[in-house]
């Protein structure tokens, strides 16, 4: 797959997961193309939000109308918080899909050997 319109680092981190699952799997299924877009998405969003609210600051203090009509300066997280969270999670969900956690792998059986052409892999389950 072709990374060239994402950063650096998204662009180095989704070559690495290309190669460990040719390695696991002998290639990179065409299948998967849009599951390892999403996850260079999510991952360039990711790095983006960062970079903006390591910019403005984690707290933002805003300007808020109290009970009494008065202007009144208040501190909060900034508003792009949860848009990090969300991409913290998708990134985590599509990793996990393919196995690179040590949760996920734990999760997955491992494959029995066929020794023999005649070896049924479906019956062996």
Do not use: C
């Not at 696991?24 to 983006?48: C, F, H, K, M, R």
């Not at 599509?94 to 491992?110: A, D």
Request: aromatic share 10%.
């Amino acid at each position: 797959m072709n990374y060239r319109k994402y950063r650096k680092e998204v662009r180095i981190y989704m070559k690495k997961i290309e190669k460990q699952l040719a390695a696991e799997y002998g290639q990179v299924a065409p299948e998967w193309d849009i599951t390892l877009e999403q996850l260079a998405d999510s991952y360039q969003l990711y790095l983006n939000i960062k970079e903006q609210i390591e910019k403005d600051g984690l707290i933002k203090k805003s300007i808020r109308i109290g009970k009494k009509g008065e202007p009144m300066e208040v501190e909060e997280k900034h508003p792009l918080f949860p848009a990090l969270f969300n991409t913290q999670t998708n990134i985590n969900r599509i990793v996990g899909q393919f196995g690179f956690t040590l949760f996920s792998k734990s999760r997955i059986k491992s494959r029995p050997e066929i020794n023999d052409a005649n070896d049924d892999f479906l019956n062996s389950l």
